[in-house]
């Protein structure tokens, strides 16, 4: 088993999911709620990532990061080395590449929160902030985790972004599903078919997880 | 008990919508406290729009909201406070307690976390309230094991411990039970004395405007058409839109001198009368007293034996055509409608200024009981 490469991929599915809890959160909030009329375009640019080829966002992601553009020059100057070929690279590459497996559920949850509740908050003198603290994410708890535990087993699988932006470096940025490629590239089944099947169950383990969330197998909704 | 404070709304709004319709209200009230303001009118008038507004939940296209000294909105000026910094909390008709909270939590929601350790400072504090909306019994159940009723009193009393400026009510009896409905008017009426808060209340329901309110604004097709004290609207319509609204209906304020037996004896002004006691009532509760044109008969000569409980000597200071029928004002000490044939007018030679008895059964009074 190549345990360096799985263990990178559980890092780099783990800061993604962060990531995304951080910064998809106000984004979902803003498509839900914000009164801007094109804001679709917002939705349609976070969907993308689904329909997609992994190689045509990988590439635009490459030449983004890359020594070419502003943002990647920028990042040299600072860091002292390129974006393209490192794990802060491919962390770019898999939000964005999640972005939609985590702010659709989010999203879907925070519209479902019954406005009146907001509104009533806010006349109580509470602020938008407090009010979203203290009421849409206590009721958007399985939205959140959804939004979370999904965009962590889709990084966790992703294998045409990571191949166009960070390469094949062992310990770097060899992921899991790259591991498994270079297993049958190198005629190596027994490897490849041990790290597939981990990679089945995990990912298994994981959906179900989701969906008996869905059914509120655990959480109890309190209505 | 600030009841000497009277605070001015005033209230200019101006909005469209799509589909036609267009909101132009206009209102001014002085709003003592306690005091109760509703707006009434018939379903999509514009009453919960202008309430929203109020609140600040949406915005006018053009429009001026003042509260005493503070510019709420003005958007020529464009001063915008956004629903957090006005202190007006608003209780809806279905209720909107927050599910995953308790009712103890609910109540305390808005109560800044400072001002919750320093309890009794103002003798209003959230347990207090509690105690006076009879729910501090609930304080650990949640808001899906509450019913109906229960639910309102918490949403009620989560809004006062807030100690808000003014308390904007959006309907929020319609949806209860009638028995719990009328508990309810009273409570909340004596709650928003105890505390000296203002309030405005919309409804379309008007033995509610008459229980409840101490000032009515008229709300119809988006526009304040009338608005002033409650027996002086309901007595002297503008038009006859307004009248159309409240429903035609002499409405004289009272006041309960004995009650027993079925029967009630209210006395206004200097005449007394009798009504049906169809909720028990205790002598020296206000009430009004209302009566429809059409329960009103007119007799000439002196009656025999009759059911009729209430002869009243009046005389007649007009007569006009309406439809098929007649109205008659008759004047008995205060001002009466009938509603009599015209063939009935013929036959009894009615002109102004003649002497008559107006008779009403004592089951045509309805008796609304003032909160």
């Known amino acids: 088993m190549d345990w360096s490469a799985?263990?990178?991929?559980?890092?780099?599915?783990?800061?993604?999911?962060?990531?995304?809890?951080?910064?998809?959160?106000?984004?979902?909030?803003?498509?839900?709620?914000?009164p801007r009329r094109w804001k679709y375009l917002v939705e349609a640019i976070v969907a993308l990532p689904?329909?997609?080829?992994?190689?045509?966002l990988g590439f635009y992601v490459l030449i983004a990061i890359g020594p070419l553009s502003p943002i990647g020059r920028a990042y040299a100057r600072v860091a002292g080395h390129g974006l393209p070929f490192t794990f802060e690279g491919l962390l770019i590459a898999s939000v964005l590449y999640s972005l939609p497996f985590a702010v659709q559920p989010f999203s879907a949850e925070f519209a479902a929160v019954d406005r009146r509740l907001l509104e009533a908050s806010w006349s109580l003198g509470v602020s938008r902030v407090e009010t979203f603290r203290r009421i849409v994410v206590p009721l958007s708890v399985r939205g959140l985790v959804t939004g979370i535990v999904l965009s962590f087993a889709h990084t966790l699988g992703e294998f045409g972004v990571v191949l166009m932006v960070g390469g094949n470096l062992p310990g770097a940025t060899?992921?899991?599903?790259?591991?498994?490629?270079?297993a049958v590239q190198s005629l190596d089944y027994g490897l490849a078919s041990r790290t597939s099947l981990l990679l089945l169950v995990v990912s298994f383990a994981i959906l179900t997880s989701v969906y008996a969330l869905q059914r509120s197998v655990w959480i109890k909704p309190r209505l | 008990m600030d009841q000497a404070a009277a605070v001015t709304l005033h209230v200019r709004l101006e909005r469209r919508f799509g589909g036609g319709f267009a909101l132009a209200a206009s209102l001014d009230a002085e709003l003592r406290g306690g005091a109760v303001l509703v707006l009434f009118g018939p379903s999509g008038a514009g009453k919960t729009t202008i309430l929203r507004q109020i609140a600040g939940l949406e915005r006018p296209d053009a429009g001026v909201v003042r509260f005493g000294d503070d510019v709420w909105c003005d958007t020529a000026r464009s001063v915008w406070q956004p629903p957090q910094s006005r202190g007006a909390?608003?209780?809806?008709?279905?209720?909107?307690?927050?599910?995953?909270?308790?009712?103890?939590?609910?109540?305390?929601?808005?109560?800044?976390?400072?001002?919750?350790?320093?309890?009794?400072?103002?003798?209003?504090?959230?347990?207090?309230?509690?105690g006076m909306l009879g729910v501090a019994d609930l304080?650990?159940?949640?808001?899906?094991?509450?019913?109906?009723?229960?639910?309102?009193?918490v949403e009620l009393a989560r809004a006062l411990a807030t100690r808000p400026r003014l308390l904007l009510l959006d309907e929020p009896l319609a949806a209860l039970d009638a028995p719990t409905r009328v508990r309810l008017r009273r409570d909340v009426r004596s709650l928003l004395q105890t505390t000296g808060t203002p309030a405005i209340l919309v409804t379309h329901d008007r033995t509610e405007a008459l229980a409840m309110g101490d000032l009515i604004a008229v709300v119809i097709d988006g526009r304040v058409r009338q608005a002033g004290a409650v027996a002086d609207v309901f007595t002297r319509p503008h038009d006859a839109g307004v009248a159309a609204a409240l429903g035609v209906e002499a409405v004289l304020p009272g006041r309960v001198v004995a009650a027993g037996d079925g029967l009630v004896e209210i006395a206004v002004g200097d005449l007394v009368l009798h009504a049906a006691e169809r909720e028990s009532m205790a002598a020296g509760a206000d009430v009004y007293a209302c009566i429809r044109a059409e329960d009103v008969t007119i007799e000439t000569r002196s009656p025999g034996q009759a059911s009729t409980r209430n002869h009243l000597a009046a005389r007649v200071i007009a007569i006009a055509p309406e439809g098929p029928v007649d109205r008659v004002t008759l004047d008995c000490g205060v001002a009466l409608d009938a509603l009599i044939t015209r063939r009935s007018r013929e036959e009894m030679q009615l002109s102004i200024g003649a002497r008559v008895t107006a008779a009403v059964k004592a089951t045509a009074i309805h008796v609304v009981l003032r909160g």
């Open chain 2, 139 to 153: 304080e650990h159940r949640y808001p899906r094991a509450l019913s109906g009723g229960e639910a309102q009193r």
């Open chain 2, 89 to 130: 909390a608003i209780v809806f008709q279905e209720p909107t307690l927050f599910p995953h909270l308790t009712v103890a939590e609910n109540i305390r929601y808005g109560v800044p976390a400072a001002s919750r350790s320093v309890p009794g400072t103002t003798g209003r504090d959230p347990a207090e309230i509690e």
């Open chain 1, 50 to 56: 689904l329909v997609l080829p992994p190689t045509v």
């Open chain 1, 174 to 182: 060899r992921t899991v599903s790259i591991s498994i490629y270079d």
């Open chain 1, 6 to 34: 799985l263990w990178l991929s559980v890092r780099l599915a783990s800061a993604t999911s962060a990531a995304l809890l951080v910064g998809g959160v106000p984004l979902a909030y803003w498509i839900v709620f914000s």
